[in-house]
């Protein structure tokens, strides 16, 4: 699965958003960054499982065959928006969490979380709760817990689809551009 150019494989477990929801595959940022990657010589890429309207436990269900099918150096769980959306409880969030970090670690495969954020209008406690679920879990399991990816696109119309909650075509290089940088200080 990896290419001559790269040396150590990232598997990213997520949702629509990074799936290319609402645009060609190779217009999202995971295939932006593969190329920023490729073009800089990097010693990684990102290999794509996500799916859109993934849930942490569609996540769960599908990990061990995904993990199974590909040669993986570190894992990042972008995970939990979907759940979030849904009004899930965030224990069974954190809970399926554990279980996916748990599945790569048992293959001695490091894990990333990223944090996730969802629209203010489920109130101010289950907000709270969902968004502490992320750094609970990194914390418990000592994983790394990533920023939120689309921080700097989420707040901005010009960058969102029609919906707000998927970024369009020109947040794409923002978002590739943001989780590059992540990637440098995760992957020595």
Do not use: C
């Not at 899930?88 to 554990?98: A, C, D, F, Q, T």
Request: charged residues 15%; aromatic residues 6%.
């Amino acid at each position: 699965m990896t290419s001559s150019w790269a040396t150590t494989s990232i598997l990213l477990l997520g949702d629509s958003v990074s799936a290319s929801y609402g645009m060609q595959q190779n217009q999202g940022w995971v295939h932006l960054l593969n190329q920023q990657l490729r073009d800089n010589k990097a010693p990684y890429k990102i290999v794509n499982a996500s799916v859109s309207g993934e849930t942490t436990g569609g996540g769960l269900s599908r990990l061990a065959g995904v993990l199974a099918d590909n040669k993986v150096d570190h894992l990042i769980i972008e995970l939990g928006g979907n759940d979030g959306l849904r009004g899930y409880s965030p224990k069974s969030i954190k809970n399926n969490l554990l279980q996916m970090i748990n599945i790569a670690q048992q293959q001695n495969i490091p894990v990333s979380i990223m944090q996730i954020k969802i629209t203010p209008n489920y109130g101010p406690r289950y907000l709270k709760m969902f968004e502490a679920v992320f750094e609970q879990a990194a914390q418990e399991t000592n994983s790394n817990l990533l920023p939120f990816f689309m921080e700097q696109v989420a707040l901005d119309p010009n960058l969102m689809q029609q919906d707000g909650i998927h970024p369009n075509i020109k947040a794409q290089p923002i978002i590739a551009r943001y989780v590059e940088e992540q990637l440098k200080n995760l992957i020595k």
